[in-house]
């Protein structure tokens, strides 16, 4: 079961989006995701896992819409981050005028 199995679209923009946080993190964490972008999250040590879910994962990947529920796709999780925890969709409709 390897991370190159099945590299389709949905891993490119997960990379990408991991990519698009380097910026953000420490350098510890910027390494740890930085190897999760490389070889795959089952690379990690334990501890490694435990800083990438507690600096990464917590704080910056959300996999579901707090309002319906729909899973959020890696391209609209910037997104989701910024409007906190709503996707496209939901923000639409709650900023709607009317
Ligand atoms: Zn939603």
């Not at 923009?13 to 991991?18: A, G, S, V």
Request: one cysteine or more; aromatic letters at 8%.
């Amino acid at each position: 079961m390897g991370h190159n199995d099945r590299y389709d679209s949905e891993d490119r923009d997960k990379e990408e989006y991991l990519g698009s946080l380097l910026e953000r993190l420490d350098s510890k964490a910027q390494g740890i995701t930085k190897l999760v972008i490389d070889k795959g999250e089952d690379a990690l040590s334990p501890k490694q896992k435990y800083v990438f879910q507690r600096e990464v994962v917590d704080q910056y990947i959300i996999t579901e819409c707090k309002l319906c529920k729909d899973s959020v796709a890696w391209c609209e999780m910037a997104f989701t981050i910024e409007s906190g925890g709503y996707c496209p969709h939901c923000d639409h409709l709650m900023n709607k005028d009317d």
